[in-house]
């Protein structure tokens, strides 16, 4: 009986054990099948956006960090992205890219305004909310671009600092922080989901990497590969998806192809690929198309054909050649130096006047120009100062180079390996033979001065370097190409970012200006035109890099011209809203009708007239008088080119005990540096025959007052008098004046309500005064002595649609655009 009881007792358990395990699976099942019967996937931490992601993506868009973005950055990276957060960040974006919010949100697979506050958004539904932001903004303003590309390997580029890129055909990208979202796309469309649903989107027919999504792009899972992406500008915002299929990387350089191997050039890297078929004869030094599929080259097009011949004409549409006319440049068009080191250019222009470039042509258009040979461009030899450009004599130099280098004196010949540093001290004996120069065995390679700082430490120069000593020290001197000289200066000058345009304009009037210091040979005595500081053009403070590279190529030679000859092209940072006249400026007596001042009112150009904007024709206005110029200043117009930047309006109070402190400090050095132009009051009255004379002085004792002595037509205060307890001085030149009056212990205020100090000279000659007992405000406009260009009107101009020709003549009277070479 207890057998038989205890048989039972099992047989119930196994029941409930077999009944349990019954409702445990049928909970399971109900819960993969919602109402539709479609799968659901409960989603864990990884398919969650972080907050530092989503800040990085939206970045992108133009969120700004303000206060909003801000408290987000201070949750920890671990933390989500929240349906609160992404509702603070869609008001913003929108904001920032002026489009309606409903045209995001229409756009959406999920109700990002209804979700719950507290609720974290899914990786899936942040790139939702990212790509509808993007749909709804206008082409021709998305700053988020789609594009496919294919990758052909990566690099470390040094420029301003060292960036990690990636080379594609369609050129290079950076990569910090990019992420891979390619497994959350099929054929590039996103795998939407539905209020936290997933559905099942089937295998992805595309090839796909080990890549994860949101996990950090690396560059070695997509060589070989075509893919999709979203960019900005030169930057890898994320991948999309992995493309399977053919690709043709059109124009290529193959320098050589043999059995199953062909190397290729395309954007600066060289490249081994496999081929499908054994080729049928050997490739050396063409022009191809190659098509790749599946890692593999399974036809290459060869491109024989080539012309020769001066060229008259080089613009982005043709080139006029010689014997052939105007020949259209392809769609692929691509320009290779192969000569010394292969590289590809990435600029259209061909030097006009020169034999020096083959021409491949296909199906009647240029495909590539091959440059054969150096162009033989006059050089410029620069006199490099110390630190914080404070003197021309060195204590020592030391210095290493990127390639490997020689070191020349007299009949002395020693080589060093790339990386070698040396140090050069006065009493070196190689120095006894003479000049030492320095130079790197590559074309590309450059010298590295180590006992030397710039804005962004040691500097690396182009060229050769020479070291000579003198009475006080070691002299050092950089000889290069013009052309190679212009790529540090333009960064120097202008900021890069300014536009192609802009820089191109930089670039003429850079050489223009040092074509004429090379002939003014005002180092002459020390074995130089220039120096590498603002007394000329500042070089090399801020390096080159690929932007300042293409504006000198894309106008290679080309000056700027008046009767035929190269002009001085004076330029400056800002103007008031009127430049000056070079007479006004620096007193000379010559009237210089290519550098006349004007009003800088927006204008356009109809019917070939010019039609400005509300504050009337230029001509005929005269500020010479002080309320008139009071008024500009003070109720400033605001449709001139300069109006948007801080420095158009800009304001100081200085005590006058700062004031002693600013003039006893420069007063002995500014009247050695020039006597005539600081005289001193030896007879009458300030207001009533005064009488001036050129005596030496240092102090003029305790600050009285200023007075405007002279202001010219433009505006610019040209002579002022300085009443002190001492004596009375009246200063003349805009530069003497704003450097005796320099607010070295005050904040100037400037348009935005930024704040600036430690200036040196106060920002320009173009300012109003009001006095007190202990002080006096200035009121003034602009920055720089306002003779020639304005460096932040060319940019307006240039965002304005105007090209460079147009931007030149506006501001130089008269003058062509020429060549030197």
């Not at 099929?186 to 992805?204: F, Q, S």
């Not at 020479?466 to 212009?486: D, F, H, K, T």
Request: hydrophobic share 35%; charged share 25%; net charge negative.
């Amino acid at each position: 009986m207890k057998k038989k009881l205890w048989l039972m007792s099992i047989c119930i358990c196994l029941l409930i054990i077999i009944f349990a395990g019954n409702i445990y699976k049928q909970l399971n099942q109900n819960k993969e099948l919602n109402t539709a019967g479609q799968q659901v996937t409960i989603l864990d931490d990884k398919n969650k956006m972080t907050v530092k992601e989503a800040l990085r993506l939206l970045g992108f868009l133009g969120m700004s960090k303000d206060q909003d973005s801000e408290e987000l950055l201070t949750k920890k990276e671990e933390e989500y992205f929240s349906f609160s957060d992404g509702k603070t960040a869609l008001t913003k974006v929108c904001n920032e890219l002026s489009i309606k919010e409903k045209d995001v949100t229409d756009k959406l697979s999920f109700d990002l305004l209804g979700g719950t506050d507290s609720q974290n958004m899914t990786e899936e539904e942040f790139l939702d909310l990212f790509e509808s932001i993007l749909a709804a903004v206008p082409i021709d303003k998305k700053p988020v671009t789609e594009i496919t590309m294919f990758v052909l390997g990566k690099q470390t580029k040094q420029g301003t600092g060292t960036e990690d890129v990636i080379v594609t055909d369609q050129g290079h990208y950076t990569y910090t922080d990019t992420k891979s979202y390619e497994d959350l796309y099929t054929n590039g469309i996103l795998n939407l989901t539905n209020k936290n649903t997933v559905e099942n989107a089937g295998d992805k027919t595309e090839e796909t990497t080990d890549q994860k999504p949101g996990t950090l792009f690396q560059p070695d899972n997509y060589i070989d590969c075509k893919v999709m992406a979203y960019v900005s500008g030169n930057k890898l915002v994320y991948v999309k998806d992995i493309l399977k299929e053919e690709t043709t990387l059109h124009n290529v350089w193959i320098t050589s192809g043999e059995s199953s191997t062909v190397t290729a050039f395309l954007n600066d890297i060289s490249r081994d690929f496999t081929t499908r078929y054994k080729l049928s004869k050997e490739i050396k030094g063409q022009i191809g198309d190659l098509v790749i599929q599946d890692k593999e080259i399974i036809k290459i097009s060869i491109k024989p054909d080539k012309i020769n011949g001066k060229v008259l004409v080089a613009n982005q549409d043709y080139i006029e050649i010689e014997g052939y006319g105007k020949v259209d440049l392809d769609d692929n068009y691509k320009i290779y130096k192969i000569y010394d080191e292969l590289s590809m250019e990435v600029t259209n222009s061909i030097l006009v006047g020169y034999t020096a470039t083959d021409f491949v042509v296909a199906d009647g258009k240029i495909v590539a120009a091959l440059i054969k040979e150096a162009i033989k461009a006059k050089n410029i030899r620069v006199l490099i100062k110390t630190s914080d450009f404070k003197d021309i004599y060195h204590d020592k130099v030391q210095l290493t180079a990127t390639k490997d280098f020689t070191l020349t004196a007299g009949d002395t010949i020693k080589s060093y390996k790339a990386g070698k540093k040396i140090t050069i001290e006065p009493n070196n004996k190689l120095l006894k033979e003479g000049r030492i120069r320095i130079e790197t065995k590559s074309e590309n390679g450059k010298i590295k001065l180590l006992s030397i700082k710039r804005s962004e430490d040691n500097p690396s120069y182009r060229g050769a370097m020479e070291i000579s000593s003198a009475e006080n020290g070691l002299i050092v001197i950089n000889e290069l190409p013009i052309e190679e000289y212009l790529y540090a200066v333009i960064p120097s000058e202008m900021p890069s970012d300014y536009g192609e345009e802009a820089l191109k304009v930089q670039a003429i009037c850079a050489r223009s200006y040092a074509y004429n210091q090379l002939f003014a040979n005002g180092y002459s005595q020390y074995g130089a035109h220039v120096d590498d500081s603002v007394s000329y053009q500042v070089y090399n403070n801020i390096p080159e890099n690929d932007a300042t590279i293409l504006a000198v190529k894309d106008t290679y030679g080309k000056v700027i011209r008046y009767s035929d000859a190269v002009i001085t092209a004076y330029y400056f940072s800002t103007s008031c809203g009127h430049t000056a006249s070079l007479n006004e400026v620096w007193g000379s007596s010559e009237r210089v009708d290519y550098l006349l001042g004007k009003m800088q009112t927006i204008y356009d150009v109809v019917n070939g007239e010019a039609v400005y904007a509300s504050s009337g024709s230029p001509d005929g206005v005269n500020f010479s008088t002080e309320k008139v110029f009071r008024d500009f200043i003070i109720k400033p117009p605001k449709d001139t080119y300069d109006s948007k930047f801080p420095w158009y309006r800009w304001d100081v109070t200085i005590t006058k005990a700062d004031l002693k402190k600013s003039i006893d400090k420069n007063l002995s050095n500014r009247y050695k540096a020039n006597p005539d132009l600081i005289q001193t009051l030896v007879g009458g009255d300030v207001n009533e025959n005064p009488k001036y004379e050129s005596i030496p002085v240092s102090t003029i004792g305790t600050v009285k007052d200023v007075l405007a002595s002279k202001r010219e037509k433009s505006g610019i205060l040209s002579a002022i008098v300085l009443v002190g307890s001492d004596c009375t001085i009246k200063v003349q030149s805009e530069y003497n004046i704003r450097t005796l009056l320099a607010p070295i212990e005050d904040e100037v205020v400037r348009k935005d309500k930024s704040k600036i100090s430690d200036l040196g000279m106060l920002p320009s000659a173009f300012f109003v005064m009001d006095k007190s007992e202990k002080s006096i405000t200035f009121h003034g406009g602009g920055y720089g002595h306002g003779v020639g260009m304005s460096q932040n009107g060319v940019k307006a101009m240039a965002d304005s649609g105007k090209n460079y020709e147009e931007i030149i003549k506006h501001y130089y009277t008269g003058v062509d655009i020429g060549y030197i070479y």
